[in-house]
């Protein structure tokens, strides 16, 4: 279209048929240079020839072969008349010249030019009466160039019509035949002539008409021009025809075409730049505006009309002038180039040569198409730049900007603005702005993309098209073919702002700001083609939103949803396509990026003050989160922590400095399968690291979770310095949704100054307290095996519920159950030992190494302890090598319903055992809660030996095998050594 625009400055050269006017009219009009008195014979009597007469004839008029012998010629100055016959016609003054040849020399420059005039008759009128005896009959009033008349002159200058009239008090010349006119290869042809003239205001020579100049010129019916402009050194026409009139106003130096009132666009201008290809122009007026070629030369300027009679000279049209506007209007303005794949409708295109400005209206909006491109606005006004680029454009109003897929017509990408849309060039970068306003977007429906905000800018490279080269093809751009010296146009930075909105099937994002740099070309090398799984029809991923290389968790996943203030995108090129794709996102201001899951797990979720993601396709990101906190949930895990990160290449995440990390398990710490998921819940002070399975921890660790059984709900709470966390399968972070697989605890490793709380619930009241406090702790929930590395100590504390404890009581009566005397709220058992702790939390049973104490005895409240040198009633304390703990569980039958749980230790090695009233030693003992019964026993040839209060007490009794019960003193020795029996 830009093209198709500036070839209207090559209308300039339709200045060069007025010039046949301009000779026509000179002839007529002109006053000769000087004064010529020549010889007046009597009509019919010819006049001698002179030798310069006949050879100029001969030279110059070849084609008129009477002027050599005609009967009459006449020189004045530079002009030759030959006539055959003249004679006075009428009374009114009229002389008739019959058959009428002029030639007019006019050196120039330096150069001759010659210009002659041949018509079948010409017929004067004088200011007075013609007399033959009078040498000079006044000026011409009026005169006509009757039958057949015909112009040359130099530069082809050639005029061909009938009948021309010279009305002095008309002040017109006109011709109602048609006329043809031509200089050099440009030529026209018009159904009728007509120049207004310019009437003198004051007292003309003697021998001049009262007329000073050429006020117009006009050509009526069936106007038809053609103009031969040059492509690449090879002529090419442009024609011009209207069914109207063509107008010439001297004065305003302005061409007009119009059409016919019962036509609305009769007014065509149409070349055809290459053979079946045409470029076209329809209105219903079109007016050209010309200016000097030079504005500083004024000496063609003609004198105004108020000039006295001896300095004016007659107003031509002037030669020196170049095109300076082009105005089409009407009710519908259309413009068409096949070559370049453009249309346009409006109703008013106005170019200024001048300021190189096109501007196109239309109240109910310009339409533009450009191949599969359209573009509606009612003002566009475009800035041409002196080499032919694309400066200014400004759309003005609403307007909408829509690609199309060639094959199925649908809407591969649009844009959309309420206020304007302008492109202007950045001094600061040297690149095109691109700027919507007001509610601005951008949509790709194929890709169900958009962005809108309230503005948009886009920074491209800027946009050069060179005159006479064809725009590149949509299947061209489609396909990367580019040739070097087409339209490319890269896009460098966007920026939107205020309301900024984004969807895509993999993103729906909010933000105040959103600010995308593109960096590389991201067309395709010339004969790449785009990989066949990224092919659909009426379907490109190519665009300002990119369908690829953005992070996704599949075709089946949920699109991400973010809120951000500020967010920014670096775009790269794919390697391998070419295409667009998200290498960097970075957000400021707090933000939250959300997706929900199709499996319906909790959501991930992703909030904080800043994020940055380094994206290197498919599923190669890494993820970094700052805030206070900066948090990452994910199918209920949740990672908390004033830097988060995360690396989906390295299936790596990590914390610099204090944090947090929630894992969802499905069974407690003895492998028991929970009845609802529960959370474990990590902080720490310095670092974590999570590769997916293995999670370590470093600085003052808190951990707790719950776990929920039919029976009861335990909680459990530990602290550490060192801490990993070992799952059943690894968490992949670059695994689509759907196909993670099911994870749970394998390992919990704590280590330097390890504690443990655990706490048990059981028809809502607390019925155990657990705690621990070891150097090196190792729990494998998956098996139920428990380790642990001392110096260390075990403490518990139980009851059973009220329930329970009357169950209990009424069972009473039976043998060896002494649960009901003496009965407390609490059982108390301490565990301190120095070496290793191994157990197995499913089976109940704890082993305890290197210098074993224990200490078990009856309390009133949960906080109450018992120290093994303060014993109270019914307490006891043991000292050993080693030392075996089992808690036991009564079996689920009738029989045993009223059974609470109960405890069994087997001490070995150097065992001493105290408790109220009594004192023993032995290699081994082992004690029964649910009879109340202790066993002693001795390796070898030693002894186990116990010292009991009360009568007879004080004397020991030694034996290889003691049963003791303190609740009743029942005493069974075997194989006793010493005296002192059983009591």
Request: net charge neutral; aromatic share 6%; with cysteine.
């Amino acid at each position: 279209m830009k093209r198709l625009m500036l070839t209207g400055t090559v209308v300039s050269g339709l200045l060069g048929l007025f010039m046949a006017y301009r000779v026509a009219s000179g002839w007529l009009l002109a006053r000769p240079e000087r004064q010529v008195t020549i010889a007046v014979a009597e009509p019919h009597e010819r006049l001698s020839s002179s030798a310069e007469n006949v050879r100029i004839a001969r030279e110059h008029l070849p084609h008129v072969p009477w002027a050599i012998d005609s009967q009459y010629q006449i020189r004045s100055d530079h002009t030759y008349l030959y006539a055959n016959e003249w004679m006075p016609e009428g009374n009114r003054g009229e002389i008739r010249f019959r058959p009428l040849a002029m030639v007019m020399v006019n050196e120039r420059k330096g150069k001759t030019q010659i210009t002659t005039l041949v018509a079948e008759s010409a017929l004067l009128k004088f200011a007075s009466q013609f007399d033959v005896r009078s040498p000079n009959p006044g000026r011409i009033i009026a005169g006509a160039l009757e039958g057949e008349v015909s112009v040359a002159g130099p530069e082809g200058l050639m005029i061909k019509g009938r009948n021309f009239y010279l009305s002095e008090s008309a002040a017109r010349m006109y011709s109602d035949h048609p006329v043809s006119f031509a200089l050099g290869p440009h030529r026209g042809t018009a159904g009728q002539l007509q120049a207004e003239l310019i009437p003198a205001e004051y007292t003309m020579h003697s021998d001049r008409p009262a007329i000073i100049g050429l006020k117009s010129v006009r050509l009526r019916r069936n106007v038809k021009m053609e103009v031969v402009l040059k492509n690449k050194q090879e002529p090419l026409p442009l024609h011009i025809k209207t069914a109207g009139s063509f107008e010439y106003l001297v004065e305003d130096e302005v061409a007009i075409f119009e059409a016919e009132r019962a036509q609305k666009d009769d007014v065509l201008v149409y070349r055809e730049p290459v053979a079946g290809q045409t470029d076209w122009l329809r209105c219903e007026r079109l007016t050209l505006g010309f200016v000097p070629r030079k504005p500083e030369d004024v000496s063609q300027v003609p004198a105004p009309p108020t000039a006295k009679p001896e300095e004016a000279e007659f107003r031509r049209i002037r030669t020196d002038l170049r095109f300076a506007s082009l105005k089409a209007e009407g009710r519908l303005v259309r413009t068409v180039s096949t070559q370049q794949n453009f249309k346009g409708e409006m109703t008013s295109l106005v170019y200024n040569a001048v300021d190189r400005i096109l501007v196109m209206s239309d109240p109910k909006g310009v339409q533009l198409w450009h191949g599969e491109n359209r573009l509606q606005s009612p003002g566009v006004q475009i800035a041409i730049g002196e080499a032919d680029t694309i400066g200014d454009i400004l759309c003005a109003g609403p307007g909408v900007l829509e690609t199309r897929d060639p094959a199925t017509q649908l809407i591969q990408y649009a844009a959309g603005w309420k206020t304007h849309l302008r492109k202007f060039a950045d001094p600061e970068t040297r690149l095109d702005v691109i700027e919507l306003n007001n509610q601005a977007s951008f949509r790709q429906p194929g890709q169900k993309t958009a962005l809108g905000a309230d503005q948009i800018r886009v920074w491209v490279t800027p946009l050069s098209l060179a005159p006479g080269r064809p725009a590149p093809s949509v299947a061209s751009q489609q396909s990367g073919n580019l040739q070097p010296d087409a339209l490319n146009i890269q896009p460098r930075r966007l920026l939107a702002e205020k309301n900024v909105a984004m969807l895509s099937p993999q993103l729906e994002a909010e933000a105040e700001t959103l600010l995308v740099d593109f960096e590389g070309d991201f067309n395709r090398q010339p004969g790449e083609k785009k990989p066949e799984s990224q092919k659909s029809a009426g379907n490109s991923s190519e665009g300002m939103l990119p369908a690829s290389g953005t992070p996704s968790s599949g075709a089946n996943s949920k699109p991400f949803r973010m809120k951000a203030g500020h967010l920014k995108v670096l775009m790269k090129p794919d390697l391998k396509t070419g295409e667009p794709m998200v290498s960097d996102v970075w957000t400021e201001k707090d933000f939250q990026l959300s997706q929900a899951r199709i499996d319906n797990k909790p959501p991930l979720d992703l909030r904080g003050q800043k994020l940055h993601l380094k994206n290197e396709g498919e599923a190669r990101q890494v993820v970094h989160v700052y805030g206070s906190p900066a948090e990452i949930r994910d199918s209920g895990m949740l990672i908390r922590g004033p830097a988060v990160h995360l690396d989906r290449t390295e299936n790596l995440a990590w914390v610099d400095g204090a944090g947090n990390i929630q894992l969802p398990i499905e069974k407690d710490t003895s492998g028991q399968l929970m009845a609802q998921p529960e959370i474990l819940d990590i902080s720490w002070q310095e670092k974590m690291i999570f590769d997916g399975r293995k999670a370590s921890f470093d600085g003052n660790i808190f951990a707790s979770f719950a776990s929920h059984t039919p029976e009861a709900i335990n909680n459990h709470r530990m602290n550490c310095q060192q801490m990993e966390v070992e799952l059943t399968q690894r968490i992949l972070f670059a695994q689509q949704q759907g196909q993670q697989p099911k994870t749970d605890l394998a390992v919990i490793l704590c280590k330097d100054g390890v504690r443990l709380e655990s706490y048990e619930r059981k028809q809502g009241l607390l019925t155990q307290i657990r705690r621990a406090n070891v150097w090196q702790l190792r729990l494998e929930p998956a098996t139920g095996a428990a380790s642990a590395i001392g110096k260390g100590k075990l403490q518990i504390w139980r009851r059973e519920p009220e329930s329970t404890i009357q169950q209990a009581s009424a069972s009473s009566a039976r043998a060896n159950r002494p649960l009901t005397a003496d009965q407390s709220p609490w059982d108390y058992t301490s565990v301190d030992f120095n070496g290793k702790m191994i157990g197995n939390i499913e089976s109940r049973g704890t082993t305890f190494h290197d210098r074993v104490q224990v200490v078990h005895g009856p309390v009133d409240t949960s906080v109450a302890t018992i120290h093994p040198d303060q014993l109270t009633k019914n307490a006891g304390s043991m000292r050993c090598d080693s030392l075996e703990l089992i808690q036991r569980q009564p079996l689920e039958s009738a029989a045993n319903s009223g059974q609470k749980p109960w405890m069994e230790l087997f001490a070995n090695g150097n065992t001493i055992l105290e408790g109220n009233g009594f004192h023993a030693r032995a290699d081994q003992v082992s004690y029964d809660q649910s009879k109340g019964l202790f066993i002693l026993k001795a390796i070898g040839n030693r002894e186990a030996t116990i010292w009991r209060e009360g009568p007879g007490g004080g004397v020991p009794q030694t034996a290889k095998r003691i049963e003791f019960n303190p609740t009743t003193g029942k005493l069974d020795v075997n194989q006793a050594t010493s005296a002192g029996g059983s009591g």
